[in-house]
Structures are given as C-alpha cells and as structure tokens.
C-alpha cells in the first residue's frame, strides 16, 4: 500500500472526524476479504498494515499439530519445528503468503473502504448533528420540490417539507430562505433523512422564542399554542412575577415583536392570550377579542358554558367557528357559547350565586397589526 492512502487518512482524520483506527481496522478486514476471494484461499489469514512505511503483508495462521489433515489450516509439529524449535502441538503459527500481484487488489480495496467509510461517517456526524435539533427551528434555502415533498436545504443535508405540512398562504420558489421546524429526523440505509414542518404549532413557539428576550431567558413562559396555520393562531403566555406583563412582552412596541413573526408566517393573525390557572380567566380570556360576560365550568367532564353579548357572538364563534375552536384548543376545555338573550331565556344568565366577570381593560393596539381580529359580518 502507498504512503499516499496513508497521507490521505490523516487529512480524513482532521476533516471528516474519522479515526485512522477505525480505518485501518476497516481495510484490514476488507484485504482479508479480498484475499480469500481473489486468491480461493481459508479462512485462516491477517493482514498486517505498516504504518510507518505503507507496507502490507498477508499472513497465514495454522495450527500446530501431529498429523496434517488440512494443510491450509495445519501444519506438523515437524515443518513448525523447522521454522522455531520452540512450537509446540496446538500452537498457531503465522506464514507469511504475501502474493506478489496483491498491490493492485490491496489499492482498489482500499479505495473503496476508505470511501465506504468517509461515506458513513458523514451520515453519522449529519445524524448526530440533526438529532438533537428535533424540535428546533433552522433557517434553510429552497432547492426544489415534486408532487410530495419541498427539498430544502440544511447545510450539508436536504430536509424534506411534505405537501401537509406546508403552509396553504405561502408559495415556495427555489432559493427562498425559510425558517422550518424539525419534526422528525430518521436514520434510513441511505443515510439520516430529515422531516420539516411550516405548519407546526412548534414552529410558532419558537419563532416566539427568537423575537422575545424575556420568553428566552425564563421570565416569560408560553403556556399553550392553538394554530390553524397561514390563517390564525392563538398562543397563551404567563409571567410568575406579577410586575411583567407577558402579553405586552410579546406584543412589544408598538407591536414589533408579534409583527416581526407575523411577517415571518405571511400574514398569519395571532392572537396573545394571557394564561391562567383560574379557568374561568383561561377561558374567557382564550376567546379574545370578543368580550365575555359569564363563564359556567362543567369540572367533571372539562366542560364550559360561556355568555358573551348578543353583538359579541359572532366574534366570540369566529369565522366557521374559527376562534371557538382555537380557543378550545388552546384551553383544552370544552367550550359552549350563548348568546346573552338566549342565556336569559334559559335561565342560564345572570346567576344568582355568581357576579359578573370583571371587565378587564385591555392596551390599545395599531389597527394593523394582525393581533387582533375584525369582527366577522
């Protein structure tokens, strides 16, 4: 073997990460192969690689016995003796059997080895690199798509965006920078394959995460998230110190933070909820921007009633029921709206026992920033 493949293992070592060890082992046992398979011979054979001056030599180990019955495996304690009186009956002897045309077998199995394992041990840096970046957002470039998947590219890897999970808002070109959420990372036979979403309640979460110092470090923690991607989404947040206001947090001046997300989604509305352990608040709050009179709580089977003004139903339901679903979504509660007028004629509204939920002022937001919802007609 030439000091050239030698060389070359010690640039693969510093580039790729790979230790020469694990080559040499690796063409070792590749020779050996190719020796049995090139030459008809047992399986009784080392190769012996010098590291120092590139030289590769083939042994044969034979076993020392009285009676020879297998010469490819045995050799008699006579012929043994002949090479090192100090052998004895059971002892393995090593015969070099070099051939003189092995060179050029030696070479091309290297080659391959060597390549087969450059091959795997970039698969397996790619995997150990991703696999830990489950649930997380990258930044990635559009390379191409097909009637399944959007190829986007990671790096050294290109992530697969499924047809489900892209965005119905958004149409992707070649080029494009997009932020995706790492769903999924597999590792498959022809090496890790990586899934991404744009749909992905996560994807939110985490824009959020980038966009607010205070949900980054801990000060601010999102509770919930409720997305209908490209459309609307709602996201519940929660500060344990009482001077901090997570909504306005996230909000931030004059809207810039949520902006800055909503850009990133095309368009998509978000609507900032502040979560509590109460579910009356929870819930009441969770249907914002409609306003709401009364909420009924059902423990036992997770349920709510709630009565909004007869002028806020609409609002409150949403769009094909849009906001409600979010809401319980949002809450994991079941959640039942009535009108105020249909409330009293049910004798659901006003309850005798209860008083009315507090009315809560709320900070006055830019019309067009697209926290808050217009009123469905």
Request: proline share 4%; charged share 30%.
């Amino acid at each position: 073997m030439s000091t050239q493949i030698l060389d070359a293992l010690t640039v693969l070592e510093k580039e790729k990460g790979i230790a020469r060890d694990v080559i040499i082992e690796a063409i070792e046992a590749a020779l050996v192969s190719a020796y049995k398979r090139n030459f008809n011979q047992a399986q009784n054979v080392r190769v012996d690689l010098n590291l120092e001056n590139g030289s590769m030599r083939v042994f044969a180990r034979k076993e020392v016995v009285d009676e020879v019955f297998d010469s490819r495996l045995e050799i008699s304690i006579e012929e043994a003796a002949s090479i090192n009186p100090s052998y004895e009956v059971g002892d393995v002897v090593e015969i070099e059997v070099t051939p003189k045309d092995f060179g050029r077998i030696a070479a091309q199995t290297a080659k391959q080895v060597v390549t087969q394992r450059v091959r795997e041990a970039e698969r397996g840096i790619i995997y150990s690199e991703f696999v830990d970046r489950e649930e997380d957002i990258m930044t990635g470039i559009v390379q191409r798509q097909d009637s399944r998947f959007i190829y986007v590219a990671l790096g050294k890897i290109e992530a697969l965006l499924p047809v489900s999970e892209q965005m119905p808002n958004e149409t992707y070109k070649p080029h494009d920078r997009i932020k995706v959420f790492i769903t999924k990372v597999e590792k498959t036979t022809k090496g890790p394959q990586i899934f991404v979403s744009r749909t992905h309640p996560g994807l939110l979460k985490r824009l959020f995460e980038i966009e607010v110092p205070e949900i980054f470090d801990g000060t601010v923690e999102i509770k919930s998230v409720a997305r209908e991607a490209g459309d609307r989404s709602k996201i519940s947040v929660y500060a344990e110190n009482e001077e901090v206001d997570p909504v306005g947090a996230c909000v931030g001046t004059k809207g810039a933070r949520v902006q800055a997300i909503v850009n990133e989604l095309k368009g998509e509305k978000i609507d900032i909820v502040q979560w509590s352990e109460d579910p009356v608040t929870f819930v009441a709050n969770s249907l914002s921007p409609a306003k709401v009179l009364d909420v009924q709580v059902n423990e036992a089977e997770k349920s709510t009633r709630v009565v909004v003004p007869d002028y806020q139903l609409s609002l409150a339901i949403g769009k094909r029921g849009q906001n409600a679903r979010l809401a319980a979504k949002l809450t994991s509660w079941k959640i039942d709206i009535k009108s105020e007028t249909d409330a009293r004629e049910l004798g659901l509204y006003p309850r005798s026992e209860g008083a009315l939920l507090p009315e809560v002022d709320e900070p006055e937001l830019d019309d067009d920033l697209n926290i808050h919802f217009d009123e469905e007609e």
